[in-house]
Nanobody, 121 residues
Framework: QVQLVESGGGLVRPGGSLRLSCAAS????????MGWFRQAPRKEREFVAA????????LYADSVRGRFTISRDNAKNTVYLQMNSLKPEDTAVYYC??????????????WGQGTQVTVSS
């Protein structure tokens, strides 16, 4: 049974930082593409970042490039999203996604349950 469990969300002030984690189990993590998506209230879910199975290639949405960093630790079956210089418009539920064949906006074989990130003063 595939499971993706996100953690690390919370309330942070504008300009602050958070690191999200997504622990994967139930499949061969090291062979999958991993990604992060987010969904703000009354908006559709949008792509945030993705990383290839071996980690050297990453992809970011224009809105987060330069502020967010995706990384993975295959030994721990975990993918991370380091978020710096957070803005109120980053407020959303953040979802971890895994895919065996695709990466980027179209990925999504498996999904986590989401973790809330709120950026507010």
């Amino acid at each position: 049974q595939v499971q993706l469990v996100e953690s690390g969300g919370g309330l942070v002030r504008p300009g602050g930082s958070l690191r999200l984690s997504c622990a994967a189990s139930g499949y061969t993590f090291s062979s999958s593409y991993m990604g992060w998506f987010r969904q703000a209230p009354r908006k559709e879910r949008e792509f945030v970042a993705a990383i290839t199975w071996s980690g050297p290639m990453t992809l970011y949405a224009d809105s987060v490039r330069g502020r967010f960093t995706i990384s993975r630790d295959n030994a721990k079956n975990t993918v991370y999203l380091q978020m710096n210089s957070l803005k109120p418009e980053d407020t959303a539920v953040y979802y971890c996604a895994a895919d065996l064949n695709r990466w980027g906006k179209s990925m999504g074989d498996y999904w986590g349950q989401g973790t809330q990130v709120t950026v507010s003063s």
